[in-house]
């Protein structure tokens, strides 16, 4: 969990396992202040988002230096190419980027529940915020992120490409296929 | 006069893209779309992040090394008892290391791999050398073919101590359960000769052939293979030998190959390591190693030689044909027999506490298992039973491909087949697709069909390949 937590936050960086230590000497230094008025795990999770927090702002404030590429495979799928695999590591990688010009909160909320899959309302409790406001951020940092694509030459592209893709499709046979379009499923069972 | 300028409805279209509306309302919205380019520019902005989103969900949890961490709370926790120590207060060296190893504990629990293990007890540096070892016996939990140990040919149940060796000829496999999550498989054609076998350390050396191996974390654990020693961290990897040429694949954890005693090389799975040229290389080899989960207190299955079978795979686990037994706990396995045509026969098979046989006429459906001998049964669902089911759901089936359609791939069309397989009570166990589609869809379709319930099969849980025909109008 902790592992998945910073890795979600920090995206594909050669600093997950730094952050991931960093959290379990936390851990031991503060054990004496859980109180076990939560469960464990949302006390946890909390002291690794603050970690992760703490050492994106440092990284923040320090100079930037070219991205280190994360060799990890990213899907172990036999039927992708290893260019699928480097686009798809540079999209991720652009996405973080992209994630880093919002704000902690923003940032936070749409690793939680886009990047995670964690409900609104679970996330509310775990950073301590109305689910509606959860819901209010996560509205605008998506809003955000749409309109930041375009500076990402790589997610850019991706659209560009939905779009061809799209326009190549005559839209009256859209219309009709939303109205009348048959999944027929033959009875045949081996 | 100023244009009004129509902007997106992103509360919407965000709520499209996440599958959230009605059908009404995806129904207007689509029809909305269809004239709106600002909308439709914007839902494509949507999907493209939604699609990016999709691809960090399933980026696996990075492997991190605990050991590091291990390391590291080590240091925290001696930082602490010195400091307590000049302090002289009443907070004890015992109390502090009690805490490391409560913590350590829960970095071990937390880990992925160790989520399915026994718990790990932390090893003292140093203390373990002059502690006394435990013997420990192994115990062969799956024959095929023939294996022979110290040259007499063992069955199942048999045992493995320290300086034996165990042998398997072609076409046969053995394998053999150590401890909880630790054990090793020796395919076909292979040697290994067990060196030491106690509960703090084991070592086989491979003489020919492959061996392949499961270690639980913090089990210290070694196969010597020529001039050559892989050394383990809790594990998954598998040691080959031709002649002097050796290959070690790596797909979980971490170990250390070295020769003479003098490191050569880490490997960080998943990798693949030749002696031949030295070189580490980034594999995805998938190793079978079930082996732990063949327990010595489980039933035996059997499974006879028959016809035109050339191959068995249980849960996963893969054996020649042949005279096959292993033990499997009490419950539902997957079996499925490839014959020499190429054709999968899949079915199920129910252990029961007193064992069960796989008979010819079970995996090809001829007949049903006397009722005098229930030893094991495969369930039965009808056509129209089935039918009746999938027709009920079939609009949404349609709406996931309906859907795909107009966001992503509207060229969609061809024949999928979905294998699905369901439990006693009806529901469904696991649904897989056999062919590859738009991931999108074998999402939705799969969501979807894991929520079917059907009527109690008779006999058992029974699998069944469902054709799906993809076509638009």
């Known amino acids: 969990m902790v592992a998945r937590v910073v890795y979600r936050m920090l995206g594909p960086s050669p600093e997950v396992e730094d952050v991931v230590q960093d959290v379990f000497v936390n851990v031991f230094r503060s054990l004496h202040t859980f109180r076990g008025d939560s469960k464990f795990t949302t006390w946890l999770y909390r002291l690794a988002t603050n970690v992760t927090k703490m050492h994106l702002r440092k990284k923040r404030s320090r100079p930037r230096f070219v991205d280190v590429p994360d060799d990890r495979p990213v899907e172990r799928v036999e039927s992708r190419t290893p260019r699928d695999e480097a686009e798809q590591r540079e999209r991720i990688t652009a996405i973080y980027r992209l994630l880093d010009q919002l704000s902690e909160k923003k940032r936070e909320v749409i690793v939680l529940h886009d990047f995670e899959g964690i409900s609104a309302k679970e996330i509310s409790e775990r950073v301590g915020a109305p689910v509606l406001t959860v819901r209010t951020r996560l509205f605008y940092a998506r809003k955000e992120l749409y309109a930041a694509l375009e500076n990402e030459p790589v997610l850019s592209n991706l659209v560009d490409h939905l779009k061809k893709k799209k326009k190549t499709r005559p839209k009256k046979s859209k219309a009709r296929q939303s109205s009348s379009s048959e999944f027929p499923i033959a009875g045949a069972v081996t | ?473």
């Not at chain 2, 079970?362 to 039965?380: K, L």
């Not at chain 2, 992503?408 to 697709?433: F, I, Q, T, W, Y």
């Open chain 2, 1 to 473: 006069m100023s244009q009004k300028i129509h902007r997106p409805k992103w509360m919407a279209l965000t709520a499209l893209a996440s599958d959230a509306l009605s059908q009404e309302g995806t129904e207007r919205l689509l029809r909305h779309l269809a004239q709106c380019e600002v909308c439709e520019d914007a839902l494509i902005e949507i999907e493209a992040y939604e699609q990016v989103a999709a691809e960090v969900r399933d980026l696996p949890a990075p492997e991190i090394d605990w050991s590091k961490m291990e390391l590291s709370i080590e240091r925290e926790a001696s930082k602490a008892a010195r400091s307590a120590k000049r302090r002289e207060e009443g907070t004890s060296w015992p109390l502090i290391a009690l805490a490391a190893a409560a913590l350590l504990a829960v970095i071990f629990s937390l880990s992925p791999r160790a989520a399915e293990e026994e718990p790990v007890v932390a090893s003292i540096p140093g203390a373990e050398l002059a502690a006394p070892e435990h013997d420990l016996v192994g115990a062969v939990v799956a024959v095929a073919g023939e294996v022979v140990i110290d040259g007499s040919r063992i069955e199942i149940g048999g045992e493995v101590n320290g300086g034996q060796s165990i042998q398997t000829r072609e076409g046969g496999v053995a394998h053999v359960r150590l401890a909880d999550g630790t054990g090793f498989q020796v395919p076909g054609a292979s040697e290994v000769q067990v060196h030491r076998l106690t509960e703090e350390r084991v070592v086989l050396e491979l003489r020919g052939g492959s061996v392949a191996n499961k270690v639980r974390t913090g089990t210290r654990y070694r196969v010597d293979v020529g001039r050559y020693s892989v050394l383990v961290r809790g594990t998954l990897f598998r040691v080959d030998r031709q002649d002097d040429d050796v290959t070690v694949t790596l797909d979980e954890g971490r170990v250390e190959i070295r020769r003479d005693d003098q490191p050569i090389t880490m490997l960080n799975a998943p990798a693949r390591w030749s002696s031949a040229d030295l070189i580490a290389e980034e594999v995805v080899a998938r190793i079978a190693v079930e082996t732990p989960r063949l327990s010595v207190d489980n039933p035996i299955l059997e499974i006879p030689p028959m016809t035109d079978i050339v191959a068995w795979t249980v849960d996963g686990s893969r054996f020649p044909a042949g005279n096959i037994a292993m033990r499997l706990p009490v419950g539902v396995h997957e079996v499925r027999a490839l014959t020499v045509g190429g054709e999968e026969l899949i079915g199920s098979i129910t252990m029961l506490p007193e064992g069960a046989r796989i008979s010819e006429d079970m995996i090809r459906g001829q007949s049903e298992t006397p009722a005098a001998r229930p030893r094991a049964s495969v369930g039965q669902l009808s056509a129209s039973e089935i039918r009746s089911v999938v027709s009920a759901r079939n609009r949404f089936l349609q709406q996931c491909y309906q859907r795909v359609l107009s966001r992503s791939a509207p060229d969609l069309s061809g024949r999928l087949r979905m294998r699905v397989n369901v439990k006693r009570d009806g529901h469904v166990r696991r649904v897989e697709l056999l062919d590859e589609t738009h991931p999108a869809l074998e999402r939705c379709i799969t969501r979807e069909a894991n929520g079917w319930v059907f009527p109690e099969p008779e006999g058992g849980p029974v699998t069944f390949v469902l054709p799906l025909n993809l076509r638009q109008r």
